[in-house]
């Protein structure tokens, strides 16, 4: 069976890529070879990694009713709102690198995208360490914004960022582009800006704890008023507030060097959608991930 072959630090990354692509095999495990993770594909893909030939051991079937239905943030499942909880609940506590299970008791609201999340099993508590892409992350689900489902998304994002660049995330949250980033690429500077006086306490926190003091600057405080009075001009800025970005698009256009690039997050059903009021020049539009049905977040890549 073919296989597709990655280094352990890119490794949960490429699974969400394969898993949105529709080609990993859920019906087998995958292998840790040293260093390395091998997937079982249900077909070969180019650009990720390593095809080679493995045996896989067949695993558990999910059940069909949890299939889907949670994220897993450090050691916490997520999971949505669904009339037979407890079960899910029960069965996900099986699995060893689970210690909480919590559900979704509403919708993303207010200005800092906060849900209420209300506990099911497990420990009693909603914060926990996320890793991904080399990075460690501390955060509070019940506090903070914060979606596993983009790690595949910032590692590309990080991977554009060249040498010597200065970028800016202007909703910086608690740090999830900004320190992706700084681990995987050598910009001079990044300047993280964030409004939740909590999100920042733990952007502040996840910046020491990847030891990247002198690299990312974070500061407290509304893009609106924070990123105009900046010094000089940025090669990548980054836009990850789907719901408004397109309100601060002149503040970060204003901003950004020549030849530079906006990565702007929004919602829409469509690409042409997204970019009906959008009048600079667009370099390339994605879909990133669903947002609701029929929505979805794409990312758009903005220059002069």
């Given at each position: 069976?073919?296989?597709?072959?990655?280094?352990?630090?890119?490794?949960?990354?490429?699974?969400?890529?394969?898993?949105?692509?529709?080609?990993?095999?859920?019906?087998?495990?995958?292998?840790?070879?040293?260093?390395?993770?091998?997937?079982?594909?249900?077909?070969?893909?180019?650009?990720?990694?390593?095809?080679?030939?493995?045996?896989?051991?067949?695993?558990?079937?999910?059940?069909p009713e949890i299939e889907g239905k949670f994220d897993i943030?450090?050691?916490?499942?997520?999971?949505?709102?669904?009339?037979?909880?407890?079960?899910?609940?029960?069965?996900?506590?099986?699995?060893?690198?689970?210690?909480?299970?919590?559900?979704?008791?509403?919708?993303?609201?207010?200005?800092?995208?906060?849900?209420?999340?209300?506990?099911?099993?497990?420990?009693?508590?909603?914060?926990?360490?996320?890793?991904?892409?080399?990075?460690?992350?501390?955060?509070?689900?019940?506090?903070?914004?914060f979606d596993p489902r983009l790690s595949y998304e910032r590692?590309?994002?990080?991977?554009?960022?060249?040498?010597?660049?200065?970028?800016?995330?202007?909703?910086?949250?608690?740090?999830?582009?900004?320190?992706?980033?700084?681990?995987?690429?050598?910009?001079?500077?990044?300047?993280?800006?964030?409004?939740?006086?909590?999100?920042?306490?733990?952007?502040?926190?996840?910046?020491?704890?990847?030891?990247?003091?002198?690299?990312?600057?974070?500061?407290?405080?509304?893009?609106?008023?924070?990123?105009?009075?900046?010094?000089?001009?940025?090669?990548?800025?980054?836009?990850?507030?789907?719901?408004?970005?397109?309100?601060?698009?002149?503040?970060?256009?204003?901003?950004?060097?020549?030849?530079?690039?906006?990565?702007?997050?929004?919602?829409?059903?469509?690409?042409?959608?997204?970019?009906?009021?959008?009048?600079?020049?667009?370099?390339?539009?994605?879909?990133?991930?669903?947002?609701?049905?029929?929505?979805?977040?794409?990312?758009?890549?903005?220059?002069?």
């Amino acid at each position: 069976m073919i296989g597709l072959k990655v280094h352990k630090s890119e490794a949960e990354a490429v699974r969400r890529k394969l898993l949105s692509m529709r080609a990993l095999s859920r019906r087998f495990k995958s292998l840790r070879v040293g260093d390395y993770v091998v997937f079982p594909l249900e077909r070969e893909v180019k650009g990720l990694g390593e095809i080679i030939h493995a045996s896989f051991q067949e695993r558990k079937r999910t059940p069909p009713e949890i299939e889907g239905k949670f994220d897993i943030i450090g050691d916490i499942a997520l999971i949505s709102r669904a009339e037979n909880e407890q079960e899910i609940a029960k069965e996900l506590m099986k699995r060893k690198n689970i210690r909480v299970v919590a559900i979704r008791a509403g919708h993303r609201e207010g200005e800092f995208r906060k849900m209420k999340i209300r506990l099911l099993a497990g420990e009693n508590r909603l914060e926990t360490i996320h890793r991904e892409n080399k990075c460690v992350f501390k955060v509070n689900i019940g506090e903070c914004f914060f979606d596993p489902r983009l790690s595949y998304e910032r590692r590309e994002v990080a991977k554009e960022v060249k040498e010597n660049e200065r970028v800016l995330d202007m909703f910086a949250g608690v740090g999830p582009f900004s320190i992706v980033i700084g681990k995987l690429s050598s910009p001079r500077e990044i300047i993280s800006v964030e409004k939740n006086q909590v999100a920042f306490s733990y952007l502040k926190h996840n910046i020491k704890l990847n030891k990247l003091d002198e690299k990312i600057t974070p500061i407290l405080g509304d893009s609106r008023d924070v990123v105009p009075v900046l010094p000089g001009k940025f090669h990548r800025i980054i836009m990850n507030l789907p719901e408004r970005s397109k309100e601060f698009l002149p503040i970060a256009e204003e901003k950004l060097a020549d030849g530079g690039v906006i990565y702007l997050y929004s919602i829409g059903e469509s690409p042409e959608d997204v970019l009906n009021d959008i009048h600079m020049r667009v370099l390339g539009v994605r879909r990133v991930k669903s947002y609701s049905p029929k929505r979805y977040i794409f990312r758009v890549k903005l220059t002069r």
